[in-house]
């Protein structure tokens, strides 16, 4: 079975919700929007309090060429907008909106009479940006940017990241399962975009139901596509891993997948893209996973843009007060926050709450170069030197020993018997040298 | 707790981790050395059981009394690598050198060859041989002593003076049998003499990848190598590549002490430098050195190069 070099081997945990199918939550009364939810500038908002917004509407358009829009998931009337701390700490404003529950809930997305082939490439690639589309698996890159590659690059190969390597996430294994004719059909707009000669979709072998499921759809489909069934290791989804296993492609240090080629795309991306294209529906709602060690029954739950936290536990069985750390995304790379004051935002694949003992820091100890770090890390580091330069602020020294190809997926500080922060130092680095421009 | 007055934790990604840490792999590198306490304790009498637990004290309250000068916590000394160190240390010494003698070794690996470089990791070279190797300058005719073990009586150890087989072959042209060497029926330091129970626990450190088999076969290798070429050339003045493996401290330094996490290389190409860097060192001083034995300096010299080993064999980043 495909896969590639180093990685670690997690406990899964996904056998808590990978059976049960996605549920669509009800609407909170009270929505919370930041308007930064993608990776680059933050979106610049067009609404202001006491205006009336429909489903749909435009609330926060990119700002910059690295941004996205942000549409309003509901009918309602903005509340507040107000500075607030997104997940990771940065600051944004975030638009508060009182909804139309009933107006909302009576409204329905209308199939649009698509003929694709007679759909330019441009207007898809506009309908991609204006719907805001970001990628889901965590990234939130902007994807009509993925979309268009420059002049001098072509890109003739499309991976669908079915992977989903982090472990207790099942959403996009729920939308594998019951949404790959519309993952489908969004392939086949991605191939009239793009010049593809091969597309491949990579799923880890725990997914056999989602594996069996593309087997038998792409018969249906004109499309040079191959279902890539890959061995079940961390990180198997993050792009260069999965480019290299399923391509043998290596993505060049300091270089994009495009420049190999090569543009990757979580299903729930491409779903959102069908979405877009065929209902004309922007970037509103995600599927996000409800898991953990405390919950007892969880779930993958459609979920508007900005629904709280708390809303959402009302669909699950959650022991709060055994809760000791709640988690947005997975245990690998998700994000630690500090209350449940905060909302779903596109990037948001999972919620999960963790005991005590699961949440306990380990007591730091001194490295005894035992090299397990190096054994683990995909991008064949040396993650222990990298920690100790960070800690001895070797600023010089770090860049040349590859800092910024890491990409912070956490195996090293994972296997790491010293229970050294290994991920949280590298981190520190790039944002010191960041910061102080060194 | 309340959460909503403390907040949730927060800390860095992973937030999941394996159930693995330095403790646990120092008591597991102690419960592999078990066969071989066993053993030694059954062929050179229960005075042996006084030196392991001399040294064990002396290598720990070394520690602690450091640990609080240097005000750090004291705790560290539980974590199991003082008494690796200790163990390691015993096993080299002959059997009939005094317990003062293991105290002084003992704290001279510890304060010297640990604490001195900054603690746990720091240390260039394997504390235990340290110990050895201060030892054997301090006191080399008890270091070179060395009784013959009672398999007949056990727990009677008999005080005849006995050449080690190294010695024995160096010097006399004699060379023990294999088998005398595999079951440890032999004159020798104290947990040189059983090959057997020294693989097993070295297998099992292999299995759970605590140790390097890079380095472990490189080294074993290039002895075995290079000793096969000389015994081929004139097999009445060279022993045999078996009686190289299997004497001496070869074994126990091959899985315990080369193999030293800290004090080894930590890419796989330094690895497989040293190894063969120690098999050459290890031959060249049994052969033509004016000692018997060269295992203890062999690593002692890579674990100087192992600094300069690490720098010049980086891993290549996946795509550069």
């Given amino acids: ?438 | 707790m309340d959460l909503k007055k403390e907040g949730f934790i927060l800390s860095s990604s992973p937030h999941i981790k394996i159930p693995v840490s330095t403790r646990k792999i120092m008591f597991l590198v102690i419960i592999t050395l078990l066969p071989t306490i066993v053993i030694s304790i059954l062929y050179f009498g229960l005075s042996v059981l006084v030196l392991y637990l001399t040294a064990i004290i002396s290598c720990m309250a070394t520690e602690a009394i450091i640990k609080l000068i240097r005000k750090q916590k004291v705790t560290s000394i539980f974590d199991g690598s003082a008494i690796v160190t200790a163990i390691l240390l015993v096993m080299t010494l002959p059997p009939s050198i005094g317990w003062q003698k293991v105290a002084l070794g003992s704290f001279i690996a510890i304060a010297v060859a640990k604490e001195l470089f900054g603690g746990l990791g720091q240390n260039i070279f394997n504390p235990a041989l340290v110990g050895r190797a201060f030892l054997a300058a301090a006191y080399p005719v008890s270091i070179t002593t060395f009784s013959k073990p009672n398999t007949v009586f056990p727990f009677l150890a008999d005080s005849v003076s006995k050449a080690t087989p190294l010695a024995a072959a160096k010097f006399d042209k004699v060379f023990t049998d294999i088998s005398s060497l595999f079951f440890g029926q032999v004159g020798g330091c104290i947990g040189e003499t059983s090959s057997l129970t020294l693989i097993f626990g070295g297998i099992i450190l292999l299995i759970f990848g605590l140790i390097n088999w890079r380095l472990v076969f490189s080294y074993l290798g290039t002895v075995a190598l290079l000793t096969t070429i000389f015994w081929l050339k004139n097999p009445a003045v060279y022993a045999s590549p078996i009686f190289h493996l299997f004497s001496g401290g070869l074994i126990l330094g091959a899985f315990y002490m080369a193999t030293d996490m800290v004090t080894s290389p930590i890419t796989n190409i330094g690895n497989f430098i040293f190894g063969i860097g120690a098999g050459i060192l290890v031959v060249l001083i049994r052969l033509f050195g004016g000692y018997p034995e060269g295992v203890m300096y062999s690593i002692l010299f890579m674990n100087a190069c192992t600094p300069l080993i690490n720098k010049f064999t980086r891993t290549k980043a996946f795509g550069s």
């Fill in chain 1, 1 to 438: 079975m495909k896969t590639f070099s180093k990685g670690v081997h997690p406990f899964y945990n996904k056998d808590l919700t990978c059976n049960l199918s996605i549920e669509k939550i009800s609407l909170s009364s009270k929505l919370v929007i930041p308007a930064l939810q993608h990776l680059g500038s933050p979106s610049e908002v067009i609404v202001k309090k006491g205006d009336e917004v429909a489903i749909g509407q435009l609330i926060a358009k990119a700002s910059g060429f690295v941004s996205a829009n942000i549409h309003s998931p509901v009918f309602g009337k903005v509340a507040k907008i107000s500075p607030k701390p997104i997940v990771g700490g940065r600051m944004a404003n975030h638009i508060e909106i009182d909804v139309d529950i009933e107006k909302t809930s009576q409204f329905v997305w209308e199939k649009q009479n698509i003929d694709l082939i007679k759909l330019a490439s441009e207007e898809i690639i506009n309908k991609i940006k204006d719907a805001g589309i970001v990628g889901l698996g965590g990234a939130t890159f902007p994807t009509h940017i993925k979309y268009t590659p420059p002049k001098d690059k072509t890109i003739d190969i499309l991976v669908i990241n079915g992977a989903e390597c982090e472990p207790y996430l099942t959403c996009d294994h729920r939308l594998m399962v019951e949404k790959a004719d519309e993952i489908l059909k969004a392939v086949e707009i991605v191939a009239k975009i793009l010049p593809l000669k091969s597309i491949i979709i990579g799923i880890e072998a725990n997914k056999p139901d989602a594996i069996k499921t593309f087997n038998e759809k792409i018969k249906n489909y004109n499309l040079p596509i191959e279902v890539v069934p890959l061995k079940v290791k961390y990180p198997q989804g993050a792009e260069k891993m999965l480019i290299h296993a399923t391509t043998k492609r290596v993505v060049p240090s300091g270089k994009l997948p495009l420049d190999v080629g090569v543009v990757v795309s979580n299903v729930g991306t491409l779903y959102a893209i069908y979405e877009a294209i065929y209902f004309n529906k922007p970037l509103i709602e995600r599927v996000v996973t409800i898991s953990g060690d405390v919950v007892k029954k969880g779930g993958n739950f459609l979920v508007p843009i900005g629904t709280p936290i708390e809303h959402i536990l009302s669909y699950v069985e959650v022991d709060l007060k055994k809760a000791y750390k709640v988690i947005f995304g997975g245990p690998m790379m998700g994000v630690a926050v500090p209350s449940l004051d905060y909302s779903i935002t596109k990037g948001s694949s999972g919620i999960l709450f963790f005991s005590e003992k699961m949440a306990r820091v380990e007591e730091e100890t001194p490295c005894i170069k035992c090299g397990s770090c190096m054994k683990a890390c995909p991008m064949n580091l040396m993650p222990n030197r990298l920690a100790s330069f960070s800690k001895a602020k070797k600023w010089d020294e770090i860049k040349n020993i590859n800092l910024y190809d890491c990409m912070e997926c956490g195996s090293c500080a994972f296997v790491c018997p010293a229970k050294i922060d290994i991920v949280g130092w590298i981190r520190y680095a790039k944002n010191y040298i960041k910061a102080k421009n060194l």
